[in-house]
């Protein structure tokens, strides 16, 4: 498998966006059959050469070469024609259309004037058998799993022919039932005779899958190494450049009163049914908890209950005793709650902003940003340039607008507006998602930091390593409840992954 | 039963201009631009074919001149709709702002040209070889049946026709396919090999020239002339049937009918002895009204194509 003969080779790959060199002479070549990992820290470029090579961006130098001839990639289109196909970090699927309409959209079959659905349906059937992917050709995109829509969008690659498929963290967005058998496919497809490139930041799942691995730091390219010859620590230490810790030191908790309590939570979802069904909680100050559990299961509704997003059905949310139900997300805040939301897109940011605006979104009226009723820049851009100093923000400059920020930084100055409130409480929902080790570890750190301040941290996550190693108090919440509370020293993987599943401890519940 | 087949009849013969306005409308919005420059494309249609009808007949062409006056209707107002695309599609300006200047521009230079071609005149002479109601032999000698629905326009039973057509290519067609893709997500079209913005462009032109179509059907048949109030505001209630009937061709048919129906009822109730009390322009208000009162019924944006109104931006993360 790695004298396979070269399919896709990189050399000298270089683009420019203002302010930044985010690929630098970047080289790299891909073997036929094999599955090939790019490592990188958050910004680091990988998300662009990969762009790149599906002809979305056109490099300022270099040349790629494809089966040894040099080609001009000059969009999706070409890359397409060259058997190339991505699955995007976000997907590219069109939600109110089947399976097969997206799949067949821009390669049609016809039949008379018409569409051939059927036709294209069998064919689709035939490749989701042929490559174990168990797609149902009929449904609609916005009624199926973010699972499912990834192996729609594998499906899409392999509709057209592709013969190397480039994946930008698919695992991202996964549940880790999902991850395995995501990982199970791209072995799959391998074994067809394909060739992967796979952005990942999750070091197992190069030391699980992937062949050889490209590391690449700050737009440069380091090495590329076979990941048989070598091990996590080596490979995340070339990738950050200094040693990274895995496990983030903490010393025992020191709670002291019960800051925020909830009794008998009723929230409502969008469809109509109980997604928080009579929850009780209480975090103290100085204690991380942790909510494990399967995305869905009413951890979303839950928080967004707490921060004023959504309006509660029946039960009490307080405060330090005082009462916060019925708020706005305005009111939470000033009552001392910080929230680092799932979605930073939606929920965290105005993309179209600068960084220092979205630095002060949630504290632009207050009096220190105001000079006779209009903003006091600079103010605004004295906050904006400590947070970028002091979280290692890397971009261009404070008025970058945060969209063309990578989602490590974007992520690094949410959680720096957040800190900086001095908040009671702070709520962090899946703080790491997307993120690469280094970061992690900041993120961390910066979460138990508040903690030892004295903070409430309330910690959402579906990764169980991040809740293991973070939380002092773990609670797993399984359709609208909670159905098990452990603690990081006593618990296991099997153990919280038993109870994620709706096996309810004891084991009454079956 | 006799009243009824009048206001059956009326209703089809309003709705005509509104069907098609509605169509074109519906095109360019699948595709995911705003489209409130269907007055203009209206207005632009009826002033083109009115003006060219006319010519038509003035040299002998007699009953052909109608017909000629659809075919400049429909490759004049390329030059409106070719503005919405430039400025909305090309450099991504506002479409609604984009609809509106369309609007007055097609409003204020129709009316120029109208002076200016026929001496300082407010409207077209009045032509006399326009549509003529035809009756479908058999069908239209059914009872009650036969003169509410066999006995009208030819343009209505095209209207309907295209109907179909749109439907058919709409949602059975790659062409369609694609059309609405690039409405609801035009980056997954685009990675998936399709051509956003010339697909957007031939949208709104197609469209803008069956829209055109509709105003073309005023001044052909119920006015035989071009005046600036031909179309007084049926472009904006095409636009409403294309949302009230949620950007689907047979429901935004059905809207049309809806406010066909209003305006036929509005020269039925005049006829009554109770209405005379009341002002005659309170009874042109109804068909405004009533749309007003159906969009108020149709919130919940649910089916409107989720990109509508946004330009497409390909690098946008
Ligand atoms: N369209 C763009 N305009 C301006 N700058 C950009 C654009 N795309 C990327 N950048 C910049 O280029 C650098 C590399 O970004 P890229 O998205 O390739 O990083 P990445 O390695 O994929 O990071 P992550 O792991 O966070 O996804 C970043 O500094 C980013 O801000
Ligand atoms: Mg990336």
Redesign the pocket.
Known sequence: MHNGEIVLELKGIT?R????V??DQISLQLRKGEIHA?L????????????IVFGL?QPDEGIIELNGQPIVMDGPNKAIECGIGMVH?HFKLVPPFTVTENIILGMEPKRGFGTDLKGAASRIAELSKQYGLNVNPEAKIESISIGMQQRVEIMKTLYRGAEIIIF??PTAVLTPQEITELLQIMKRLVDEGKSILL?T?KLKEIMDVADRCTI?RR?KMIETVTVADTNQETLAEKMVGHRVQFKTDKRPANPQDSLLDIANLVVTAENGQRAVDGISLSIRAGEVVGIAGVDGNGQTELIEAITGMRPIESGTIRLEGRDVKHGSPRTASEAGISYIPQDRHKHGLVLDFDVSENAVLKSYYEERFNHKGLLDRQAIEEVAERHVEQFDI???GIH?PV????????QKLIIAREIAKEPKLLIAAQPTR???VGAIEFVHKQLIAERDKGKAVLLVSFELDEIINVSDRILVMFNGRFVGETTPETTSDQELGLLMAGKHQGGDRG | MEILGFLINGTLVFATALIFAALGGLIAERSGVINLGLEGFMVSGAFSSAVTAYYAEQAGLGAAAPWLGCLAALVFTVIFSGIHVIASVRFKANQVISGIVVNMLAASSTFFMVKLLFDGAADTPVITNVFHRIHIPWLSDIPFLGKALFQTYPTTYIAFILVIIVYYVMFKTPLGLRMRAVGEHPGAADTAGVNVNRLRAWSVMVGGSIAALGGATIALTANSSFAFNTISGQGYIALAAVIFGRWHPVGAMGAALFFGFAQALKDQVQLYEFARAIPTEVFYMLPYVLTLIALIFTVGKGSSPAALGQPYEP?K?
Do not use: C, V
């Not at chain 1, 966006?17 to 930044?20: D, K, Q, T, V």
């Not at chain 1, 990188?40 to 998300?47: L, T, V």
């Not at chain 1, 063309?404 to 930084?409: A, D, E, R, T």
């Open positions: 683009k966006f203002p302010g930044i985010a690929n790019l990188g820290e958050n910004g680091a470029g990988k998300s662009t050469l990969m762009n961006y970090q930008d963290e952005i930041h690449i737009g890397r971009t261009p970058t969209r063309s920020m990578s989602g490590g930084n974007q997307g993120l690469d | 690098g993360r």
